[in-house]
């Protein structure tokens, strides 16, 4: 079975720093997808960025980048130089068929001035 | 560019009647997925439609079954509403690609309220 575990429940982070919100997945299939979303108290789940379990590299999109570590099974979202409108929720999630994403349960960022 | 768009945006039900959630897909989408998400947890997977069938479901009992339609927009029924049926209903779109690399986009939600 697929699992995506998120530790950290709430995190707070300068304006202007950097930030790391952790993900950790459990499979044995040897493909498969890692996504982060934002989620705003609007209630829109909004794509991040995406990682492949085949991808050599790290993905990257803006401000936001993936420190995947395969051997580990580790998926951290990284968000470099926070903005105020960078507080939301923020979830992990797997697929393995592109079918059904399976999420975590999520790290709540504050961004503080 | 028109997103993935769901209504009602609000909706308050008492236990035991039915509802219908309807979802429009992001432009040139032809996948359709259903998420439930209860207060304070991630999105769990109800169901998805392709090609008007459903492709693979959750872990959800019957009384929740779904329709897509040949122009790509589908519904979420629920019957016999429980209590425990209140949350926020997502739906997400995407194209139907091979390998784990389906991005999904989604709505705002449908916020359902059973009293």
New interface residues.
């Given amino acids: 079975a697929q699992k995506?575990t998120q530790t950290q429940p709430g995190m707070f982070v300068q304006e202007k720093e950097a930030v790391t919100l952790d993900c950790t997945y459990d499979t044995s299939d040897p493909?498969?997808?890692l996504?982060w979303?934002k989620q705003p108290s609007?209630?829109?789940?909004?794509?991040l960025i995406?990682q492949?379990?085949y991808d050599q590299q790290n993905a990257t999109e803006g401000r936001y980048s993936l420190n995947f570590q395969k051997a580990r099974k580790s998926a951290n979202l990284v968000i470099s130089a926070s903005q105020l409108g960078d507080s939301a929720m923020y979830?992990c999630?797997m697929?393995?068929?592109?079918?059904?994403?399976?999420?975590?349960?999520?790290t709540s960022l504050l961004v503080t001035p | 560019d028109a997103g993935v768009t769901q209504s009602p945006t609000h909706l308050i039900k008492t236990r035991g009647q039915q509802v219908t959630l309807r979802c429009s897909p992001k432009s040139g989408h032809d996948t359709v997925?259903w998420?439930q998400q209860a207060l304070?947890?991630?999105?769990?997977?109800i169901f998805?439609y392709y090609e008007e069938e459903e492709?693979?479901r959750?872990n959800f009992p019957d009384r929740f079954s779904g329709h897509q339609f040949p122009n790509y927009s589908s519904e979420l029924n629920v019957n016999a509403l429980l209590l425990g049926d209140s949350a926020?209903y997502?739906c997400?779109s995407s194209l139907d690609?091979?390998?784990?690399?389906?991005?999904?986009?989604?709505?705002?939600?449908t916020?359902l309220s059973v009293l």
Avoid at chain 1, 95 to 106: I, T, V
Avoid at chain 2, 40 to 45: D, I, K
Avoid at chain 2, 97 to 109: C, E, L, P, S, V
């Fill in positions: 995506i493909s498969y997808g996504f979303y609007s209630g829109e789940m909004i794509f995406y492949g379990s979830f999630a697929s393995l068929s592109g079918y059904a994403l399976n999420f975590g349960k999520g | 997925s998420y304070g947890q991630g999105p769990q997977f998805q492709r693979q959750g926020l997502l997400a690609t091979r390998g784990a690399k389906n991005i999904q986009y989604f709505g705002a939600g916020r």
